[in-house]
């Protein structure tokens, strides 16, 4: 969403609405950096389809200063393969989830005078992240017992919880730079910060220290380049491409990182395009998956023998920003100040 025209700043008083839409299908097992192609082979990949929601309102206490409040919204299912006793599939079994996730309020403020710099400036937040969304999710699942087939309540997926359980903190960082009157570099960055170590919540796994599900710190950063389109930018249309970094750790900043987890990070590429006209931005961009790695959890390495559990990673995800200032003294396009990507 930078790049586009206009004040990168919201005028105080004015408030600003916000909805992000999120799309990922993760069907591509890894195990480290290595691919286990033969999951596709044999039909035998996990495949999870999330659609997730964000709804914020930000106001603009001044032109430096800034609160938001913002809540999610997740549907999403995961199926897995079911095998018989020779371990060929057989079956597969379909978990769904959906609801609202974890609410986060934050306040966010720029370092420099917006008054003074108008080519660039770096801005900070911090928000506290709220247990609102069910991190309990529970489906009838098929389960064998030797060569009996029964169906069992179970746990949905970690993957596809809506909440975490934890209350958690967001650390976050964004920074503009405007050069050669139509170019604008831009930085992001965010953590969320969860201490909680394991949230109760059974995932009826049978490795050692797996039993419960791990609430996981996340983070999320990228640095990319945008510019208006030549001879469209009078219509509020811009370009940008982005490097683009997400995952959890194998370890929390804060806290112990046992229960299970599946760490890993991707690395993509995301170009994007951007329309801002009288207040209203919209953005659509479309990272796609250069290198992924599952890495080897706390509970990996403490196993005897050690092991090294797989993780499904997307090929490519769409996204989706809309927000739309109103009620202040005038209604800038936000540019370099559309709201920061939330960790949910």
Excluded at 63 to 76: D, E, I, Q
Excluded at 213 to 225: C, E, H, Q
Excluded at 312 to 320: C, E, N, P, Q, T
Aim: proline share 6%; net charge neutral.
């Amino acid at each position: 969403m930078l790049g586009t025209q206009g004040s990168p700043y919201l005028e105080a008083g004015t408030w600003q609405f916000n909805y992000g839409y999120r799309y990922q299908k993760s069907d591509r097992h890894f195990t480290g950096s290595h691919e286990d192609k033969e999951r596709e082979r044999e039909h035998s990949q996990v495949i999870n389809k999330v659609h997730l929601m964000d709804f914020g309102l930000t106001y603009a206490f001044t032109k430096r200063v800034n609160g938001s409040v913002s809540l999610p919204v997740l549907f999403a299912t995961r199926s897995s393969p079911v095998r018989n006793a020779q371990r060929e599939v057989i079956d597969r079994d379909l978990q769904r989830a959906e609801g609202i996730g974890d609410m986060v309020i934050q306040g966010s403020g720029w370092i420099l005078d917006p008054e003074e710099f108008l080519k660039g400036n770096i801005g900070l937040s911090l928000g506290v992240k709220l247990p609102t969304g069910q991190d309990d999710v529970r489906h009838k699942a098929t389960v064998r017992t030797g060569n009996v087939f029964t169906r069992e309540v179970r746990t949905a997926d970690q993957s596809i919880q809506p909440g975490d359980g934890s209350f958690g903190a967001i650390l976050g960082m964004q920074g503009f730079y405007n050069f050669f009157e139509k170019f604008t570099g831009f930085a992001q960055g965010s953590y969320l910060l969860n201490p909680r170590a394991t949230n109760g919540v059974p995932t009826f796994r049978t490795g050692s220290g797996e039993q419960e599900m791990s609430v996981t710190d996340a983070y999320l950063a990228k640095v990319g380049l945008a510019r208006p389109i030549p001879f469209l930018e009078q219509y509020g249309l811009s370009l940008s491409l982005a490097a683009r970094l997400e995952g959890v750790p194998v370890r929390d900043l804060i806290g112990s990182s046992k229960g299970f987890r599946r760490p890993g990070y991707a690395i993509a590429i995301e170009p994007g395009i951007a329309w801002s006209w009288k207040g209203h931005t919209l953005g659509v961009s479309a990272p796609v998956a250069l290198y992924r790695n599952r890495q080897r959890s706390v509970p990996d390495d403490r196993a005897e023998p050690q092991r090294h559990g797989d993780a499904a990673f997307a090929d490519y995800l769409i996204l989706v920003s809309y927000s739309w200032a109103f009620g202040g003294p005038g209604q800038s396009s936000p540019s370099a100040s559309a709201p920061v990507e939330r960790l949910h």
